[in-house]
C-alpha cells in the first residue's frame, strides 16, 4: 500500500460526457501527478500540481482539467469524453517534485462506451 | 517522439540467476532516473533511483547502473526470485526544484521461472 488513494475503482460511461476522478496524496506530500496509462501508449505524464499550483504540464488535452485542494487531495476532470480515453488513470505523489521518488496510487480504470 | 526506450519488452530468467533489464533515454537533460515495478490491477512501485552525478546505486538484490556517455542504465537483480515476476518501467526526469514529471518508457516484462 503506496498510501495513495484513488477513487473510484472503476468507472463507465458514454462518449460525451464527464467524469471526476480523486486523489488522495500520501501524508506530507504536497506534489500530486497525474497520468493516462492507455493500451498503446504506456504510461503518460499528464500534469503536476504542487501545494495547490499548477507545477509541470505534459499533453494534457484541453478537455481535461485538474486542481489540488487546501487539503492537498486532487481532482481530474474529464469531459466531451471519447472512445479513447479509456485508459487507466494513476495518481502520484511526492513531497516536493524532482528527486523525489512517486508513489502511485492503485489507478482508476476509465470504460468509454 | 519516444524519449526513454525499453527494446526488450519480455525477459525470462530462472530463479537465482542474474535478471539485467536495459533502458536508453535520448534527452541530455534528463538527470534522475528510476525504476519501477508493477504487478496487474496496481499502481506502478518504486524500486530504486539513481542521480547523473553517479554511476552506481545499489538496494539490496537491486543494483542500477548508468551510462551516461551512452545515455543507458540498467537494473541489475541477484538473485531473482518468483515473486520479482512483473512488468519493469524505466523512468526519467529532468525539471528541477518543486516541479517534476516522469517520462516513462514502455516497460519490460519479468518472468522469473522456478
Known amino acids: 500500500d503506496s498510501g495513495v488513494t484513488q477513487t473510484p475503482k472503476h468507472l463507465i460511461t458514454a462518449t460525451g460526457q464527464r467524469v471526476t476522478l480523486r486523489c488522495s496524496p500520501r501524508?506530507?506530500?504536497?506534489?500530486v501527478y497525474w497520468y493516462q496509462q492507455s493500451l498503446d501508449q504506456g504510461l503518460q505524464f499528464l500534469i503536476q500540481y504542487y501545494n495547490g499550483e499548477e507545477r509541470a504540464k505534459g499533453n494534457i488535452l484541453e478537455r481535461f482539467s485538474a486542481q489540488q485542494f487546501p487539503d492537498l487531495h486532487s481532482e481530474l476532470n474529464l469531459s466531451s469524453l471519447e472512445l479513447g480515453d479509456s485508459a487507466l488513470y494513476f495518481c502520484?505523489?511526492?513531497?516536493?517534485?524532482?528527486?523525489?521518488?512517486?508513489?502511485f496510487g492503485p489507478g482508476t480504470r476509465l470504460t468509454v462506451l | 517522439d519516444q524519449q526513454v526506450k525499453q527494446n526488450s519488452p519480455s525477459l525470462s530468467v530462472q530463479e537465482g540467476r542474474i535478471s539485467i533489464l536495459n533502458c536508453d533515454y535520448t534527452?541530455?537533460?534528463?538527470?534522475?532516473f528510476l525504476w519501477y515495478k508493477k504487478y496487474p490491477a496496481e499502481g506502478p512501485t518504486f524500486l530504486i533511483s539513481?542521480?547523473?552525478?553517479?554511476d552506481k546505486n545499489e538496494d539490496g538484490r537491486f543494483t542500477v547502473f548508468l551510462n551516461k556517455s551512452a545515455k543507458h542504465l540498467s537494473l541489475h537483480i541477484v538473485p531473482s526470485q518468483p515473486g520479482d515476476s512483473a512488468v519493469y518501467f524505466c523512468a526519467a526526469s529532468g525539471l528541477t526544484g518543486t516541479a517534476s514529471k516522469l517520462t516513462f518508457g514502455t516497460g519490460t516484462r519479468l518472468q522469473v521461472t522456478l
Open positions: 534527452n541530455s537533460m534528463f538527470d534522475y
Open positions: 501524508s506530507g506530500d504536497l506534489s
Open positions: 539513481i542521480s547523473s552525478i553517479k
Open positions: 502520484a505523489s511526492s513531497v516536493v517534485g524532482s528527486y523525489d521518488e512517486q508513489f
